[in-house]
């Protein structure tokens, strides 16, 4: 069963700590992963996906095919990057339907 | 601005009162997919669609019907609400393609919270 786990629903660290948001899925064929954010009184918007390599607002994730992982990471956090976070998988290859598959969602709570 | 718009916001209804939902979008985009946000699941998809008159069933979609008569609009639409049907609904669009290798970014709207009484 195609499945995206995040295991922790409150993350709570202070400014200036690393943070590591956790997703692990499960997935039998080719996946794409991707970390959605919404920030209080935002849409959900896109914060960076595994195809583009790239690092949004200091974030970076990894897709760890053996691990079937691709945790968030930021090294220092910040209190403007509290807001829920959204790991999401979909399918790439032909058969890729546009669907995503979400996890259930972590808060990250960043303390002055 | 580019942007998804989902009306109402806010409704609260009885069981049974037919209700719609409407979802338009700005950006000239095929795809176009409707999400329910219940605590604990994350987001789900209830239906989607590739492109006009084209509508496909997602991970949930009893008790949902959709229509894509123009590309702009998705309304979601529940003939016979009921209290299960209680939950934040997203409307999502993007330039995702059939036929596509990987998926695009989807835009979504702010959500319409529906309680179902």
């Known amino acids: 069963a195609q499945r995206v786990t995040q295991p922790e629903k409150l993350l709570s660290v202070f400014k200036g700590a690393p943070v590591e948001l956790k997703c692990n899925y499960s997935?039998?064929?080719?996946?794409?992963l991707f970390w959605y954010v919404q920030y209080s009184r935002q849409r959900l918007q896109l914060l960076l996906r595994h195809i583009s390599r790239e690092s949004i607002k200091g974030f970076t994730a990894d897709l760890n095919k053996g691990e079937t992982s691709f945790h968030l990471k930021k090294p220092f956090a910040q209190e403007e990057d509290s807001a829920m976070y959204y790991c999401a998988l979909s399918r790439y290859g032909s058969s890729n339907t546009g669907k995503l598959i979400f996890g259930q969602g972590t808060t990250l709570q960043v303390k002055p | 601005e580019a942007q998804v718009t989902q009306n109402p916001r806010y409704l609260i209804t009885v069981t049974g009162k037919k209700l719609t939902v409407t979802c338009s979008q700005n950006m000239n985009h095929e795809y176009m997919s409707w999400y329910r946000q219940d605590p604990g699941l994350g987001l789900r998809q209830i239906y989607y669609s590739m492109n006009v008159e084209v509508t496909d069933k997602g991970d949930v979609p009893e008790g949902y019907k959709v229509s894509r008569k123009e590309k702009r609009n998705f309304p979601l639409i529940l003939e016979s609400p009921s209290p299960n049907q209680t939950s934040l609904y997203f409307c999502?669009?993007?330039?995702?393609?059939?036929?596509?290798?990987?998926?695009?970014?989807?835009?979504f709207g702010d959500g319409t919270r529906l309680s179902i009484l």
């Open positions: 997935y039998s064929g080719s996946p794409e």
């Open positions: 999502a669009s993007s330039s995702f393609k059939a036929g596509a290798l990987s998926n695009q970014p989807q835009h």
